[in-house]
C-alpha cells in the first residue's frame, strides 16, 4: 500500500507544482472506447478503485464515453461510464458517472484523479 500512496502523492505533487491541473481543451475523441483494451481497463480501474476508496459497490457496464490528452509522459482519460449499484435494489437502472484517470506511461500504472 505504501508505495502505491507515495506514488499517488508524488503525483499530485506534480500537478502542484506544474500548476496543469485538469486542463481543458485538447481532449481527444476515443471512437469505439468499449474496443480499446487500454480504455476499458482504465475505466474499470477507476470503478475498482472508487469502490476501494469510497466503500460502494458499483458494478462497471460499459464505457459510454472517453476523451483523452497526453501530457508529461501520462496518458489522460476522462470518461462517462455506465455502471450499477450492486447496493442499490436489483432492478435498479445503469448510471453514468464521470471519471478522471492517469496512466503513467512509463510502468502503465493507473491512478484516479476524480469520480462522481
Ligand atoms: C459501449 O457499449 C455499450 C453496450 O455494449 C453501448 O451502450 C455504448 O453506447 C457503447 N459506447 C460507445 C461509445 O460506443
Ligand atoms: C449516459 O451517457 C450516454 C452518453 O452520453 C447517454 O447516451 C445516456 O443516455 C446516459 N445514460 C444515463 C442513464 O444518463
Request: charged letters at 15%; zero cysteines; a negative charge.
Given at each position: 500500500?505504501?508505495?502505491?500512496?507515495?506514488?499517488?502523492?508524488?503525483?499530485?505533487?506534480?500537478?502542484?507544482?506544474?500548476?496543469?491541473?485538469?486542463?481543458?481543451?485538447?481532449?481527444?475523441?476515443?471512437?469505439?472506447?468499449?474496443?480499446?483494451?487500454?480504455?476499458?481497463?482504465?475505466?474499470?480501474?477507476?470503478v475498482?478503485?472508487?469502490?476501494?476508496?469510497?466503500?460502494?459497490?458499483?458494478?462497471?457496464?460499459?464505457?459510454?464515453?472517453?476523451?483523452?490528452?497526453?501530457?508529461?509522459?501520462?496518458?489522460?482519460?476522462?470518461?462517462?461510464?455506465?455502471?450499477?449499484?450492486?447496493?442499490?435494489?436489483?432492478?435498479?437502472?445503469?448510471?453514468?458517472?464521470?471519471?478522471?484517470?492517469?496512466?503513467i506511461?512509463?510502468d502503465?500504472?493507473?491512478?484516479?484523479?476524480?469520480?462522481?
Open positions: 500500500m505504501a508505495p502505491k500512496s507515495s506514488l499517488t502523492l508524488f503525483v499530485f505533487l506534480i500537478l502542484a507544482i506544474t500548476g496543469k491541473s485538469l486542463p481543458h481543451g485538447d481532449w481527444r475523441p476515443i471512437e469505439n472506447p468499449n474496443n480499446s483494451y487500454e480504455v476499458v481497463r482504465a475505466a474499470q480501474f477507476a475498482a478503485e472508487h469502490n476501494r476508496v469510497a466503500q460502494t459497490q458499483l458494478v462497471f457496464k460499459t464505457v459510454e464515453e472517453a476523451v483523452w490528452q497526453p501530457i508529461d509522459g501520462t496518458h489522460r482519460f476522462q470518461f462517462v461510464i455506465s455502471a450499477m449499484d450492486g447496493a442499490a435494489a436489483a432492478a435498479a437502472p445503469p448510471k453514468n458517472y464521470t471519471a478522471i484517470v492517469w496512466e506511461v512509463e502503465l500504472s493507473l491512478h484516479l484523479i476524480s469520480f462522481h
